[in-house]
């Protein structure tokens, strides 16, 4: 689960040697090229976590790496994808970095896309090029620079187009039309491989460019365009959504059953401002008679959730029966739906040994449906809420495992933690006994492998640790116990509680421990004093261990 992790940077002593990063980038690159080459998802090694970490100016070499290698002016497409993924990699970090409100990682990602965009005006990268770069900015949910976005426009005009003409008008429709239908003949009509690619590919493009894709598709006649053209309603984009909106309601009634049960599913998985337009949609085909077709019953053989991570961050890992082979599908979660994905029907083999390679850095464990249910219905809740819509990956894994129900619905963790409460065993609400767990809390076997990401890692932090850089650590601690964990103390009851939650659906009593943790959230939440609850001060001591690790990078 690299996407997900946020893991502690308390390492071992040996580190990246500064005058061999260029070294270990083309190290990086080649052994991913020998793992992809065998068709092999290569896994998150501790030495490439800690590359990822501490060689944030190699997006800069990885970038050359792909211009150098990728044909066909490069001459080995294996190791252009190496180093593509390396630069996927270090721009997630980079992005993970400057959220957490480290200028530095602002000003880097700013500086690179500066440089890509220079190297498009210069024609020094091809179109080809600029969108492989596309797809890595896309995967790594880095928003593209206005002048990116103005030189991949740029790198779209027709030579012969007038200079002096309107940049949006010289975005032909005739262009993007003969782009889609390229793409639809290559995913073999799948509506959702298109809207993935082409997601990927014209990231960096302006947003008239996508809402035009949307239109067209639309319009188009061919079988499976209109389909893409529904995805288009969950774009990032609030107004692709809406251009995407108004093209089909004017063709409405030629949209298909399928069709019209997305439009229904997808029209509360949007904004509420943006609902009108979608039931304009759905009135207009349901009085040209269409009906909507039915969901399948979609089932799972496997459903296993990752434990919550420092960042808030869970995965899902899911595998349903496809005839005589299997499917399976991810979703992961942070603040909101992060990214969801199906693949395609792998035999049983396969799909183990996927499993096997899927990178999970959290611990995990089966749950129940009601459980992931429920959690993707309150991450719907939270995508939305910040006027975003979830991408069409989740759609597509609601129609592999039979997720009609997943409607938007915040959990009240103050709730959750009441009936954790009320389920508690024995006498764990004795005042001796909430004591001693409250005391020795910083010490539950159960957390031994999920506490690691437990920490406070963002720049508001750092300035405060530098400030008392002269005081001994026990001073520290304390300091930030009451000041910095104190102002945030509801962050980390409530993530407390999303573990006891998670701990708790574990079959066979594979973490006994959720109901210590259920007393710590209790106590935490009501304002305990967090200097008396032992996983409150190992949290403390973690964030000073890790902002030291990063001051010696």
């Not at 420092?310 to 899902?316: D, E, I, T």
């Not at 890992?317 to 496809?322: D, K, Q, R, W, Y």
């Amino acid at each position: 689960m690299a996407k997900a992790s946020s893991k502690s940077k308390s390492k071992s002593k040996s580190q990246v040697n500064p005058k061999s990063k260029s070294t270990a980038t083309d190290r990086h690159a080649k052994m991913l090229a020998v793992a992809l080459g065998k068709g092999q998802m290569p896994p998150l090694t501790f030495e490439m976590d800690q590359y990822l970490d501490e060689c944030p100016n190699e997006i800069f070499a990885a970038f050359d790496g792909v211009v150098r290698h990728m044909p066909p002016a490069g001459k080995d497409g294996s190791l252009a994808v190496g180093y593509l993924f390396l630069l996927q990699g270090l721009l997630e970090r980079l992005r993970l970095r400057s959220e957490r409100g480290y200028a530095d990682a602002t000003d880097l990602i700013a500086k690179f896309q500066a440089e890509v965009a220079a190297r498009v005006l210069a024609g020094r990268v091809d179109g080809d090029i600029l969108a492989y770069i596309s797809g890595a900015l896309e995967q790594a949910k880095v928003p593209a620079s206005p002048d990116l976005i103005a030189a991949s426009a740029e790198l779209g005009l027709d030579d012969d187009e007038d200079e002096d003409q309107d940049q949006d008008e010289d975005m032909l429709p005739a262009d993007v039309e003969a782009m889609l239908d390229e793409m639809l003949e290559a995913c073999g009509g799948d509506p959702f491989m298109l809207v993935s690619l082409f997601t990927q590919a014209a990231y960096t493009l302006p947003e008239e460019v996508k809402s035009t894709a949307a239109i067209c598709l639309a319009q188009a006649a061919r079988p499976g365009a209109r389909a893409a053209a529904v995805l288009f309603l969950l774009d990032a984009s609030a107004a692709v959504r809406r251009a995407g909106a108004i093209a089909l309601s004017e063709v409405a009634a030629s949209l298909s059953p399928t069709d019209l049960r997305r439009l229904i599913t997808i029209r509360n998985w949007r904004p509420e401002s943006e609902r009108a337009d979608l039931d304009a949609v759905i009135h207009q085909a349901r009085t040209a008679g269409i009906a909507c077709a039915p969901w399948d019953k979609g089932t799972t053989d496997t459903l296993r959730a990752s434990a919550i991570d420092g960042s808030a961050a869970q995965a899902f890992l899911l595998v349903s029966p496809a005839g005589r082979k299997k499917r399976m599908s991810s979703i992961m979660t942070k603040h909101g739906i992060d990214e969801a994905w199906s693949g395609e029907p792998e035999t049983p083999s396969h799909i183990e040994l996927a499993i096997g390679m899927s990178g999970f850095d959290a611990p995990t464990c089966d749950v129940s449906r009601p459980y992931l249910d429920r959690m993707v219905s309150h991450h719907l809740a939270l995508t939305i809420a910040k006027g975003g819509a979830p991408s069409p990956g989740l759609l597509q894994v609601a129609e592999t495992v039979g997720g009609v129900d997943w409607q938007p619905a915040l959990i009240d963790f103050r709730e959750a933690l009441a009936g954790l409460i009320a389920d508690l065993p024995g006498n764990f609400l004795d005042p001796d006994e909430v004591e001693i767990a409250l005391a020795d809390s910083d010490t539950l076997i159960d957390l031994d492998s999920i506490e690691e990401s437990w920490f406070e890692d963002d720049a508001d932090v750092a300035r405060v640790v530098a400030g008392m850089a002269d005081r001994d650590e026990e001073a520290q601690v304390a300091s930030l116990l009451r000041g910095i964990l104190d102002q945030r103390r509801h962050k980390w009851a409530e993530l407390f509680v999303r573990i006891a939650l998670w701990m708790r659906e574990a079959p066979d009593g594979e973490y006994p421990d959720w109901a210590d943790l259920a007393v710590v959230a209790r106590a935490v939440w009501e304002g305990r004093d967090l200097a008396e609850i032992g996983l409150m001060r190992s949290i403390a001591e973690r964030t000073l261990d890790v902002l030291a690790d990063q001051q010696n990078i």
